[in-house]
């Protein structure tokens, strides 16, 4: 079972767009549409801002946004602000057990 | 709203078993169907899954981790558990339970994690 594969590290103005890659393969991304993101900020516990590919749980600005093609799935965020600073991770359901990614941090600039 | 709550020891000497539990407040353990898990990163590290036991009671787990993982829930007390047999100083880590809403791996909410240093 090996991590899935995010960039260690995007960066963006405030008010542009970034987008987080999370690869896998067929047995987890690729096979399933149960990707989920989370947002962690330092010492603190993740949150949810993605599942089931594209899906926001309340309270999540729409400004976050999730999609998949094939074994990688993306996270965008649009109109960068500061408070978006902070570690990424991606997850996938992947038969009876989970995999994470590697986490990717995103600094805006 | 609910919420979970990590707890138990936080320093475990090698060859030991590392004993969490995650209490629940603000809902039953028993409805909706959901299931539980336990997450752990170790620091400055990314996350990485330990398992999860279903409403059914059924329990999964890391493939990596499955030797030396049980998960339980004691329905009676609202909260559920995690036991690690023979730690090493990679057990070290800030150890998260999670409700899992589908059973379909993504987790919402989270407790706040608890640091357990594996050390003589």
């Known amino acids: 079972q090996s991590a899935l594969t995010q960039p260690r590290s995007v960066s963006g103005s405030p008010g542009q767009s970034v987008t987080i890659s999370c690869t896998g393969t067929?047995?987890?991304?690729?096979?399933?549409?149960?990707v989920s993101w989370y947002q962690q900020h330092p010492g603190k516990a993740p949150k949810l801002m993605i599942y089931d590919v594209s899906k926001r749980p309340s309270g999540v600005p729409d400004r976050f946004s999730g999609s998949k093609s094939g074994n990688t799935a993306s996270l965008t965020i649009s109109g960068l602000q500061a408070e978006d600073e902070a570690d990424y991770y991606c997850?996938?359901?992947?038969?009876?057990?989970?995999?994470f990614g590697g986490g990717t941090k995103l600094t805006v600039l | 709203q609910l919420q979970l709550q990590e707890s138990g020891s936080g320093l475990v000497k090698p060859s030991q078993t590392l004993s969490l539990t995650c209490a629940v407040s603000?809902?039953?353990?028993?409805?909706?169907?959901?299931?539980w898990s336990w997450i752990r990163q170790p620091p400055g590290k990314g996350l990485e899954w330990i398992g999860y036991i279903y409403h059914s009671g059924s329990t999964y787990y890391n493939p990596s981790l499955k030797s030396r993982v049980t998960i339980s829930v004691d329905r009676s007390k609202n909260q559920f558990s995690l036991k690690l047999s023979s730690v090493t100083a990679a057990d070290t880590a800030v150890y998260y339970c999670?409700?899992?809403?589908?059973?379909?791996?993504?987790?919402?909410?989270w407790g706040q994690g608890t640091l357990v240093t594996v050390s003589s």
């Open positions: 997850c996938s359901y992947a038969g009876s057990h989970v995999v």
């Open positions: 603000g809902g039953s353990i028993s409805s909706g169907g959901y299931s």
């Open positions: 067929s047995s987890d991304v690729g096979g399933y549409n149960y």
């Open positions: 999670a409700r899992d809403p589908g059973g379909w791996g993504w987790f919402d909410p």
